[in-house]
């Protein structure tokens, strides 16, 4: 599989940021209960004690809390120096180089999955294709976490001038629908305003693969 160009953007600018990002996002789980929240319904739907993937792990903060909380759980970023120093801060866990697109997973591998801000950069018309990849690697009955920046208006994707790369933002109703049509059922939804370090609403879906 040929790199994507806008994959290819993504990956550099992230390769390039990761220790300021790194130092940006430290401590901000633990200063917001919504996202520890919904981290640990997540947790808490994954059946039995299966492998869970967090794609688009970063420096792995997301995947060393759902370690905290009892899951056997590894990251996937496309950012070698992503992974380079998420293998430093925890080097108990496992993180590997891979990209949403074509992951590095076997199919049926996974009994849950997490998408923490990771499918913001791809361009909306390429969506399907992701879902399809996280439903090949997921089993059945396995659930699925996307977080993500919410659009202002109801089923609506708009362009986000992200500091990083290039990024869109998706309404809970738009998304949900395209899971609908691509394997997944949705069980609940999540939209909250901005808090004061956020520049936009912030949105999150659970889904089950059907």
Request: proline fraction near 7%; include cysteine.
């Amino acid at each position: 599989m040929s790199e994507i160009e806008d994959v290819r953007i993504t990956r550099a600018a992230y390769d390039e940021v990761a220790q300021l990002y790194t130092d940006l996002v430290r401590g901000l789980l633990q200063d917001n209960p919504y996202d520890r929240a919904l981290l640990g319904i997540f947790a808490e739907l994954i059946a039995g004690d299966g492998p869970v993937a967090e794609v688009g792990c970063g420096p792995g903060r997301i995947t060393a809390y759902l370690n905290s909380l009892g899951r056997k759980v590894f990251g996937v970023d496309i950012s070698p120096e992503m992974i380079r120093l998420a293998r430093a801060q925890y080097p108990d866990l496992s993180f590997e180089v891979g990209a949403i697109e074509e992951l590095p997973i076997a199919s049926d591998a996974l009994a849950g999955l997490v998408a923490w801000y990771s499918i913001i950069h791809t361009p909306p018309a390429r969506i399907p294709a992701v879902l399809g990849e996280f439903g090949r690697v997921m089993r059945s009955g396995a659930p699925l976490l996307l977080a993500f920046q919410g659009a202002d208006e109801p089923h609506s994707v708009q362009e986000y001038d992200h500091k990083v790369a290039p990024s869109y933002r998706w309404s809970a109703d738009a998304l949900a629908e395209v899971l609908g049509d691509n394997g997944f059922q949705v069980q609940s939804r999540f939209t909250r305003i901005a808090r004061p370090d956020e520049r936009t609403p912030q949105a999150a879906l659970i889904a089950i693969r059907n």
